[in-house]
């Protein structure tokens, strides 16, 4: 059955231009041309790169963030409550008010007891700074992903330098798809594909991040296009997507690497460059040229078949995420703008703070106190809650 299945999905008219079939590209004559299986070496070489990023986050990036300065907050750890932590794992993390009122009543605590205790229980849960950095953190100064980016980008760059295509993407459809598979374009393309599968393994352990769904859809797109284009000789346009991504793809992990740090001038720099970057190629580069490409250029003479509108399609899913995240950058960029320093990645949790929730709780009381005097007589508040107002109360005097 399985044997079945493999030779109707690898029929020759789903993946290949009409008229073509697999036997034309059969290795002969000391032509080489790349084959579905040549992909399976990528598996272990994705292994080999998670045991290699393990190593480097254990040994290099963790005393390499200490050495930057990057330090993490000191957390309290919550009182063990068992009414409490079940409705935190089974009920959500931010329970409303009225949850609030009737899970304090039953644990015999204050309203803003148990406020501070869902408040420091989600603290916990979010990861330290330190772990953030080392996502992102390599010999000597930069990170893991920026390392690799840029080993990618400079080697991908060496490699496409003197090809045609690079300069004239219409050169990719020139007597395709009868293309000979260079052995550096088939290493680093091996490198790429076993780098995204790592990225894949590791992402239900890494850093939980607002845009957390669009990675894993931009990293699954990624590697079934990387596989598809191998298999159906489309390396060459396949070798002009990465590239385009790597280029800017390593300045941003610089960005957020340097972010976590005390150089503030040098993060901001960086932001822009890299918006600069991101801005030309996602959304000039690639429709204008890939994108453009693949749905004109790639036909000539041959009319339309299923891994056209497949390839399309993906190029396509991938141009609305560029979308999506250059609307995340341009916000930003207007904060930015606003208060003349990147403040934060608005793609990440950002830690919770005790005083300023409880000042702003306090604010509120206050504000209801003077709402209830406006509108006449109210029952006299509690004792805690008198305590508590007359003391902002007497520190606001003081400062006045």
């Known amino acids: 059955m399985l044997s079945s299945f493999n030779?109707?999905?690898?029929?020759?008219?789903?993946?290949?231009?009409?008229?073509?079939?697999?036997?034309?590209?059969?290795?002969?004559?000391?032509?080489?041309?790349?084959?579905?299986?040549?992909?399976?070496?990528a598996l272990p070489l994705a292994l080999v790169l998670l045991a290699m990023r393990l190593a480097f986050e254990r040994f290099i990036g963790l005393p390499l963030s200490r050495w930057l300065g990057v330090r993490d907050q000191?957390?309290?750890?919550?009182?063990?409550?068992?009414?409490?932590?079940?409705?935190?794992?089974?009920?959500?993390?931010?329970?409303?008010?009225?949850?609030?009122?009737?899970?304090?009543?039953?644990?015999?605590?204050?309203?803003?007891?148990?406020?501070?205790?869902?408040r420091r229980r989600r603290k916990q849960?979010?990861?330290?700074?330190?772990?953030?950095?080392?996502?992102?953190?390599?010999?000597?100064?930069?990170?893991?992903?920026?390392?690799?980016?840029?080993?990618?980008?400079?080697?991908?760059?060496?490699?496409?330098?003197?090809?045609?295509?690079?300069?004239?993407p219409v050169m990719c459809w020139e007597n395709y798809p009868n293309q000979t598979l260079k052995p550096s374009l088939y290493w680093w393309y091996l490198l790429e594909l076993a780098f995204y599968?790592?990225?894949?393994?590791?992402?239900?352990?890494?850093?939980?991040r607002k845009d957390f769904k669009e990675q894993v859809i931009h990293h699954f797109v990624v590697v079934i296009l990387m596989t598809f284009s191998y298999s159906a000789n489309l390396l060459r346009i396949g070798s002009l997507v990465l590239l385009l991504h790597d280029s800017a793809d390593y300045l941003l992990e610089a960005c957020k690497m340097v972010n976590y740090t005390q150089?503030?001038?040098?993060?901001?720099?960086?932001?822009?460059?890299?918006?600069?970057?991101?801005?030309?190629?996602?959304?000039?580069?690639?429709?204008?040229?890939?994108?453009?490409?693949?749905?004109?250029?790639?036909?000539?003479?041959?009319?339309?078949?299923?891994?056209?509108?497949?390839?399309?399609?993906?190029?396509?899913l991938l141009q609305l995420l560029h979308v999506f995240w250059s609307c995340l950058i341009l916000?930003?960029?207007?904060?930015?703008?606003?208060k003349g320093q990147m403040e934060k990645d608005i793609r990440s949790d950002v830690e919770e703070s005790d005083s300023s929730e409880e000042e702003a709780a306090g604010a509120q009381e206050t504000l209801q106190l003077k709402n209830g005097a406006a509108r006449g007589p109210r029952p006299a508040p509690t004792d805690g809650l008198r305590s508590r107002v007359a003391g902002r109360l007497t520190r606001h005097t003081t400062a006045t």
């Not at 790349?34 to 992909?39: E, G, L, R, S």
């Not at 000597?140 to 690079?166: A, D, M, N, Q, T």
């Not at 339309?304 to 993906?314: E, M, S």
């Open 331 to 338: 916000r930003m960029l207007c904060s930015f703008i606003k």
């Open 125 to 168: 849960d979010q990861p330290q700074l330190t772990k953030k950095f080392c996502e992102a953190s390599s010999l000597p100064i930069h990170s893991w992903r920026f390392l690799f980016y840029l080993s990618s980008f400079v080697g991908g760059l060496s490699v496409l330098y003197h090809e045609s295509w690079l300069w004239a």
């Open 74 to 118: 000191t957390r309290r750890q919550v009182k063990p409550n068992a009414t409490l932590e079940k409705h935190f794992l089974t009920e959500g993390h931010r329970p409303k008010e009225p949850q609030l009122s009737l899970l304090a009543a039953r644990c015999g605590l204050t309203l803003r007891q148990t406020q501070r205790w869902f």
């Open 7 to 41: 030779e109707w999905l690898w029929q020759h008219r789903f993946w290949l231009p009409p008229n073509v079939t697999w036997a034309e590209l059969e290795d002969q004559d000391g032509r080489v041309y790349p084959h579905p299986q040549d992909m399976l070496a």
């Open 197 to 208: 599968l790592s990225l894949l393994i590791r992402l239900p352990f890494d850093v939980k």
């Open 263 to 316: 150089y503030q001038h040098v993060c901001d720099a960086l932001f822009l460059i890299f918006s600069l970057v991101f801005f030309y190629t996602r959304l000039v580069l690639f429709p204008t040229q890939i994108l453009y490409t693949t749905y004109y250029e790639s036909l000539g003479n041959r009319g339309p078949f299923f891994g056209y509108y497949f390839c399309n399609g993906l190029l396509m």
